[in-house]
């Protein structure tokens, strides 16, 4: 890369909590958390997930118009996004937004079209402007005051990275002074009961994860020093063999203890099986928030990102693999360092 990009901070909502210090600590501590198990319905199929727990009290920022009647994956992304920003003077009118989202609002999207089918008439038209996958990020800009350019990128676990590397290139271009990477989920039965057709009995979450870009060279700050292409699926590249072209392409492949990898394996044995390939045998220090955490989507990839970084600030490691091998579409990687 041409000048450093680092990343000035970072945020996380999910199961274990409202900051990116509980994601951390739940995954340090390797402790599965709660699952909740129930079925929308008679003949349903059974769902396993975990849910975001209620805050303690309601922040400020709830009061803002846009988001008194926003959905969930607007506010988790909200959160995790003030959090990445923390105290820093930041000019947010200069700010650029990358949302990064699988599933989007699931459930206004399910509600909406529900009331649609039960009686056209009384569908609710208010509930539109939720269901379309830009809206948590409109929330955003519209929150901070910024109209800088705003994206939504759409596409599987490993679409985070994918949006990191967008934001790399709007610095190197000279499009955005700084940028928020930010993705969220939310839950729902819609996609809940989706997980349930992919194999590997995995457990489906929610949440959001956020990091704030800029150029910089401060002491101690962690440095993007790699995102590498994303390798696809396909019919002849199946998830182990882009796992494994992914990891050729790592400019760092001599991993000691004071590297730690943030792998996306969610403790199925089935689905798990390229990234055991991937890492067996190295010496770095293996982290899978998936695996206590739950399966979110769009937003894991984000999780591992801050976990990594988080790790780095704790002094438990020098370097970050980010290793995303994605639910359908491709596998990345991204090396952080700190300087």
Excluded at 8 to 23: H, I, K, Q, R
Excluded at 28 to 46: C, F, H, M, V, Y
Excluded at 97 to 117: Q, W
Excluded at 268 to 281: F, H, I, M, N, Y
């Amino acid at each position: 890369m041409s000048e450093d990009i680092i990343i000035a901070g970072w945020g996380a909502v999910s199961p274990a909590g409202w900051t990116s210090a509980e994601l951390a600590d739940a995954t340090l501590n390797g402790q599965p958390l709660p699952i909740t198990e129930d079925s929308r319905g008679e003949g349903a199929p059974l769902r396993r997930f975990r849910t975001v727990p209620a805050q303690a009290e309601v922040p400020a920022w709830m009061r803002h118009a846009r988001l008194r009647r926003s959905s969930p994956v607007a506010r988790y992304a909200v959160s995790a996004a003030l959090s990445a920003l923390g105290d820093q003077p930041v000019e947010k009118e200069t700010l650029g937004v990358i949302f990064v989202t699988m599933n989007g609002c699931v459930g206004f999207s399910r509600r909406f079209f529900s009331e649609v089918l039960a009686n056209p008439a009384f569908a609710s038209p208010i509930l539109f402007p939720e269901t379309v996958f830009n809206a948590p990020s409109s929330h955003l800009s519209s929150l901070l005051g910024s109209p800088a350019v705003n994206f939504t990128l759409i596409g599987d676990s490993a679409q985070f990275l994918g949006g990191l590397d967008l934001a790399v290139q709007w610095l190197q271009e000279g499009r955005v002074p700084h940028c928020l990477v930010v993705a969220s989920e939310e839950m729902d039965w819609l996609s809940t009961e989706a997980l349930g057709l992919f194999p590997g009995h995995r457990v489906a979450a929610e949440g959001a994860a956020a990091v704030y870009l800029r150029p910089g060279s401060d002491a101690g700050a962690i440095r993007i020093e790699q995102i590498t292409t994303p390798v696809l699926m396909s019919g002849s590249e199946n998830r182990t063999s882009a796992a494994l072209r992914m990891r050729g392409t790592l400019s760092d492949q001599n991993l000691d203890a004071r590297t730690v990898v943030c792998d996306s394996r969610c403790g199925s044995a089935v689905w798990d099986r390229p990234e055991e390939k991937l890492w067996a045998g190295t010496n770095a220090l293996i982290h899978s928030p998936a695996r206590w955490l739950g399966d979110s989507s769009g937003v894991a990839a984000g999780w591992q990102t801050v976990l990594g970084c988080e790790l780095m600030k704790r002094n438990v490691s020098d370097t970050a693999i980010i290793s995303a091998v994605g639910c359908s579409e491709q596998a990345l990687a991204a090396v952080l360092r700190r300087i």
